[in-house]
């Protein structure tokens, strides 16, 4: 199992940034592939953003592609996700998740293929 630990939320203003990180532990990091989930209240947990195990690929959802950026740092077994020009409509829970048995370059993207969760960190974002 792994254990993952996020860290970065906070109340900002839109148009700001946050840089959350994602402090994974329990299993060999680059075996890996990472994600970022986010939900807001009253509503599922929607893909944000994945990165292959390699660090090589990455994939986004529509809605944050070109504000968003995800990275990895397997030497200190954490992930990250920048976020830029924040909107109010990012306002949510983020999730970091891991999946593990995927091929090098494979960024997966559905809930079903993570198997472990963090406990969430808050970004609120103010108009």
């Known amino acids: 199992q792994v254990q993952l630990v996020e860290s970065g939320g906070g109340l900002v203003q839109a148009g700001d940034s946050l840089r959350l990180s994602c402090a994974a532990s329990?299993?060999?990091?680059?075996?890996?592939?990472m994600g970022w989930f986010r939900q807001a209240p009253g509503k599922e947990r929607d893909f944000v953003a994945g990165?292959?195990?390699?660090?090589?690929?990455?994939y986004y959802a529509d809605s944050v592609k070109g504000r968003f950026t995800i990275s990895r740092d397997n030497a200190k077994n954490t992930v990250y996700l920048q976020t830029n020009m924040l909107k109010p409509e990012d306002t949510a829970v983020y999730y970091c998740?891991?999946?593990?048995?995927?091929?090098?370059?494979?960024?997966?993207?559905?809930?079903?293929?993570?198997?472990?969760w963090g406990q969430g960190t808050q970004v609120t974002v103010s108009s």
């Open positions: 990165i292959s195990r390699s660090g090589s690929n990455t």
């Open positions: 998740a891991a999946a593990l048995g995927y091929g090098l370059g494979y960024v997966p993207s559905w809930q079903h293929n993570y198997h472990d």
């Open positions: 329990g299993r060999t990091f680059s075996g890996l592939a």
